[in-house]
């Protein structure tokens, strides 16, 4: 059975800090991973991996994913009161479904 | 705003009475998906329609559900006699119909539906 396991299940940081998320999965035909930062409402769309494009960087936010050990890690460099969320990892493997993980609850305190 | 809209926001009903959902896309997008989230999981896929065909359901998708997409641009969900575990936020998405941005679902705000 397709699983994705995010990791850890939460965690408290103080503004400034770097951040690790840990994402790692078992899909039948796996075609892409993306991440997802979820406030108080609908996820909103941060990256996407595949295997044409295994790293990804935008500001503070960078990706990385390693097909050969099926996982992927989100790094949050700086982090800001705002940065904190759950943050989402899914990933496509059957057409047009996306599996997503239980996801990382980020604190930063001030 | 030309984003995913869902409506209503929130819905709250009593055991037992049907409820209806809509999602519109974002116009260009051929793909809309439905998922339901319940606290502290992720989003749990429940369909997916490619213009006005329903092309795959889960399990998760009971006899009491039932989704249309009657012309290809906004979508609804109903929920038949409505039980206290359908408690939980729906969410629609919708996304490019090819390309390597196949995957790339954009997300609507939600209706976060209360049964009593």
């Known amino acids: 059975e397709d699983k994705v396991v995010q990791s850890p299940l939460s965690l408290v940081v103080h503004e400034g800090d770097t951040v690790t998320l840990n994402c790692s999965y078992e899909?039948?035909?796996?075609?892409?991973l993306l991440w997802y930062k979820q406030e108080k409402k609908a996820p909103t769309f941060l990256f996407m991996l595949?295997?044409?494009?295994i790293e990804k960087k935008s500001g503070r936010l960078s990706s990385i994913l390693d097909k050969k050990e099926l996982f992927s890690i989100l790094n949050i460099t700086a982090t800001q009161t705002g940065d904190s969320a759950i943050y989402l990892c899914?990933?496509?493997?059957?057409?047009?479904?996306?599996?997503f993980g239980a996801g990382t609850q980020v604190v930063v305190t001030p | 705003d030309t984003g995913v809209s869902q409506d209503p926001r929130h819905k709250i009903t009593k055991r037992g009475q049907n409820v209806t959902f809509r999602c519109d896309p974002i116009?260009?997008?051929?793909?809309l998906y439905w998922y339901r989230q319940t606290l502290g999981q992720g989003p749990e896929f429940l369909t997916y329609?490619?213009?006005?065909?329903?092309?795959?359901k889960s399990r998760l998708l009971s006899d009491r559900f039932s989704a249309e997409r009657p012309k290809g641009s906004f979508s609804t969900l109903e929920i038949q006699r409505t039980e206290q575990g359908d408690s939980a936020m729906y969410l629609c998405?919708?996304?490019?119909?090819?390309?390597?941005?196949?995957?790339?679902?954009?997300f609507g705000p939600g209706t976060r539906l209360t049964v009593t």
């Open positions: 116009s260009e997008h051929n793909r």
């Open positions: 899909v039948t035909n796996f075609r892409s």
């Open positions: 899914a990933v496509g493997g059957s057409w047009g479904k996306l599996q």
């Open positions: 595949t295997s044409s494009g």
């Open positions: 998405a919708s996304s490019p119909s090819a390309g390597v941005r196949l995957d790339e679902q954009y």
């Open positions: 329609f490619q213009n006005e065909a329903q092309l795959e």
